[in-house]
């Protein structure tokens, strides 16, 4: 994987591959990202790519929320997360969970996705599954523009941290 000097002299499809995989089933920022070239350093490539979300559509912005997993959801059952939301999500333990906690958490994505139309994102690391079953309940009280917001920047700390764990 090049270091983040030398995404600069990458063509936009080499790019978009060393990217891969920082945002969920999202490879049009790195593609958009790609023409802000040459980045500084990593912040200067995290805030370009915030800034390609920023710019975007309503619609690609909800695609962008919808292309992430539910937590301990249907997709975490049949092994469909990618490699990135299976090591987040175990990290904290969500693979691990009571049936309890898993009921919980069943009932507050039904009740999130059926409130919002997208699922509930939260960066799990340096969280615990009380502290992400808990921060769910409480969002679920939020307004749909304020959760997506929330959501959206959710997952510019989640491309963060991946971007970090990648080139550095």
């Known amino acids: ?92 333990g969500l693979d691990r969970c009571s049936p309890e906690e898993f009921a919980r958490l069943t009932d507050l994505n039904a009740r999130y996705t059926a409130r919002f139309g997208f699922p509930f994102v939260i960066a799990v690391r340096g969280h615990t599954r009380a502290s992400i079953i808990a921060a769910f309940a409480a969002r679920l009280e939020n307004e749909a523009a304020v959760e997506q917001r929330t959501c959206l920047e959710e997952i510019a700390k989640i491309a963060w941290l991946r971007l970090s764990d990648r080139f550095t």
């Open 1 to 92: 994987m090049p270091g983040v000097a030398d995404l600069s002299a990458l063509d936009q499809a080499a790019f978009v591959a060393a990217i891969d995989g920082v945002w969920e089933h999202s490879p049009w920022i790195a593609a958009r990202a790609w023409a802000l070239l040459p980045f500084a350093d990593l912040a200067a490539l995290h805030a370009a790519m915030v800034a390609v979300v920023a710019a975007a559509t309503e619609a690609e912005k909800l695609a962008l929320i919808r292309a992430h997993p539910e937590l301990a959801g249907r997709a975490a059952i049949r092994g469909e997360l990618t490699e990135e939301s299976r090591s987040e999500q175990g990290g904290v």
